[in-house]
Structure formats: C-alpha cells, structure tokens
C-alpha cells in the first residue's frame, strides 16, 4: 500500500523546489522506512537541481537525511523499528570496489546516486500517476518519509541529536575523509584548505584532530574565514585580497604546503595551489566540477617536487565505520560541526538553498515538524 508523504521536489532545472503531497509506495525487501527529522541542505542537491550533474527531473532530492527507522524490509539485518539512523550515500555492495571496502568507489555510484530509480527501475515516488525521481544517493531525503537502500543507512545512538549529525551524511564526511581515510597528515604538516563551506569545515577540523601544526583556510567571505580559525584554521587568505601561491609561499617561509583540500574545482585556484606545494606534497580535489571542466599543471619545474593530484569521493569513507567516529569526536568537544549550521523548515528549503549559495551559510539544515 502507499502512504502520503510532503516532499520538495525539483521540477524544472535552476527553479525554487515546490512543496507537494506525493505517494510513497510499498516498500521493497532490501529497503528501510524513516520518518525523517532532519536533513542537510548539500551543494551536490544544488547542481543536480541545476541540472549541472543529471538525475531525471521532477525528482525528490536530498542525500543528508536522518530519522528514525518505521519498517524494514523482510532482508533487511542491520536496523530494526524505532532505531534512530543516519543516512549516506548508496553504494551497490557488490562490486570489486565495494567488496574491498570502498564504497566511495563503487563501479554501480552513478545509477546507485544519480539514477532516480531502484536497480529494477521502478521509482518509490509518485504523484497522481506522474513519476518522480526517487533515491538520489539511496534515500530522497527532502521528504517525511522516505524508502532508503539498507546501504545508506548507518544505526546511531538515540542520544545524538538528528538535527545535528544529519550533515554528517555528505558534505562534512567528504572533508574530514579526505583528511583523515585518505591524506593522513603528518603531525606538524601544513594543511591548505580551499573553500570553507561544510565539505572545507570538515577538512579544517580534521586537520586540527590529526595535529597538522599549520592549517590555512581560503575562501572569498571574511566571515567564513573567522569562522574557519573558530574550528581550527591557523591563518585565513582572502583571495579577492591576496594572491594564493604567494601568500602560501609567504606563510611557509618559502617551503609551500604539505597537503592542499580543494572543495572549490576551480581551475585557477588549482593551479595556484599546485605552484605552491611543498616537496612531495598532495594536492587533492574533493570540490565538483561540470563534466568536461579541465585544468593544466606546469610540469617541468614541477617534476623534481614528487608532487601528487588525487581525487577523492565521500571522504573515501565506509559511512557505517567513519560516521560514529565522527559523531564520538563531537562529543569529546573535538569536532565542533553545529558551528556550521542553521535551522529550517520544510516550507523555508529555497531560503536554505539561498542563504548557502551566498555564504551566509555554512551548512542548512531542514528540520521536519514532528
């Protein structure tokens, strides 16, 4: 049977989403129902609205959902009604990357993400015969309700405020990922961060956990910078002010930095951070570009450097394992993402959706009226 569940949906590309009553259909074996309480506004729910990355419109987006578990499917093992849940991105689980513990990785992402539909097309959504897009990134989260793959789902402790971890799902795993499954800082390193919306929080307070001694956070808004050194960062670079390779240069004496997170996928930016690394130094992007978007690198004083490009997806995280961790390092005071965030209800999600593309907010956060 169906249930009526209130959605925002994504009608028309680079248009506000439209508050509708949709239907819920039956939910499928290796599926979990959650009422959802809570869900982070990301940058990725932004360009697939804009059509900038594909998923079929009118579509429910969402991909930072958390709630607490209703029904499970007959094959479901890892949750059970009442569990409170956190949700991250879909993975098939049966690939070779997937069976070697990289789900960021999945050969299946992009229909497992992006499709809006199950693996047999079907779709879980629907409004008076008219098919909307369901599951982006395993759990349409921009909904009450929502049918959500067993693989996004990752069980928390009834203690930990929704409101609060939802964001955990996406942006802020993926930039503390990169920093602490992936970079591994030495200690006393100098960590470069570019842009510091929630994916470069996350990297900036990582980099403070893993004890990188000098943490540089980049950015355009002067406020985002002061709330970068709240979190972390040692020193901020206004790029509309200063110009990124010299003043990297300038704050390392001339040696460069060890490790550069850039969330932005601007190619100048790149650049400039490339000229300014270190000796063996990591430049990575986690930042998403439109497809087809390049960038060039000099290569030939470069080359006597060891200098490595690398990109990384989610953190390059197992949500199930890093997630809780996260959630531990906010309790201990060491990881302090509600810095980050501001309310909203269902009907304010375009406001959210403005507020962040301005950068008066970090990380919007939708929280449903129970």
Not at 64 to 85: N, R, W, Y
Not at 238 to 243: A, I, M, Y
Not at 265 to 275: C, G, Q, T
Request: hydrophobic residues 40%; contains cysteine.
């Amino acid at each position: 049977m169906t249930m009526q569940v209130t959605a925002a949906v994504a009608r028309e590309p680079r248009q506000p989403l439209t508050i509708e009553e949709l239907e819920l259909d039956e939910l499928r074996p290796s599926e979990v129902l959650v009422k959802m309480v809570a869900t982070g506004v990301c940058h990725t729910d932004a360009i697939v609205r804009d059509q900038v990355y594909p998923t079929p419109l009118p579509a429910v987006l969402g991909h930072e959902g958390a709630g607490i578990v209703e029904k499970v499917g007959a094959s479901v093992t890892t949750v059970q009604p009442g569990d409170h849940v956190l949700l991250a991105a879909a993975y098939c689980g049966k690939c070779d990357r997937c069976r070697s513990g990289q789900m960021a990785y999945c050969e299946n992402l992009f229909a497992a993400d992006f499709g809006g539909r199950r693996a047999d097309g079907t779709t879980a959504l629907s409004k008076d015969g008219e098919v909307i897009s369901s599951h982006f990134f395993g759990q349409s989260s921009f909904a009450t309700y929502a049918n959500v793959v067993e693989e996004s789902v990752v069980r928390i402790g009834a203690d930990v405020p929704l409101e609060i971890v939802a964001p955990l799902g996406c942006g802020i795993q993926t930039g503390a990922g990169a920093v602490l499954n992936e970079l591994k800082p030495a200690l006393n390193s100098t960590l470069l961060v570019i842009g510091t919306g929630a994916v470069g929080s996350g990297a900036i307070m990582a980099g403070k956990v893993a004890g990188c001694a000098r943490i540089i956070a980049v950015d355009i808004h002067t406020s985002r910078l002061d709330l970068a050194k709240e979190l972390g960062a040692t020193d901020a670079i206004n790029t509309k002010e200063l110009d990124l390779t010299d003043e990297i240069l300038r704050l390392t004496d001339g040696r460069g930095a060890d490790y550069v997170v850039d969330t932005t996928a601007r190619p100048e930016l790149l650049r400039k951070a490339a000229d300014a690394l270190a000796l063996r130094g990591t430049l990575a992007l986690v930042g998403a570009a439109k497809p087809g978007t390049e960038v060039t690198f000099e290569i030939g004083l470069s080359l006597v450097k060891g200098w490595t490009f690398k990109t990384i997806i989610q953190g390059s995280s197992v949500p199930q394992v890093f997630i809780p961790k996260l959630i531990e390092l906010w309790k201990e005071g060491r990881f302090p993402m509600d810095k980050l965030m501001r309310n909203y209800g269902l009907e304010e999600i375009n406001q959210g959706f403005e507020d962040s593309a301005k950068g008066t907010v970090i990380k919007p956060v939708i929280v449903f009226q129970q």
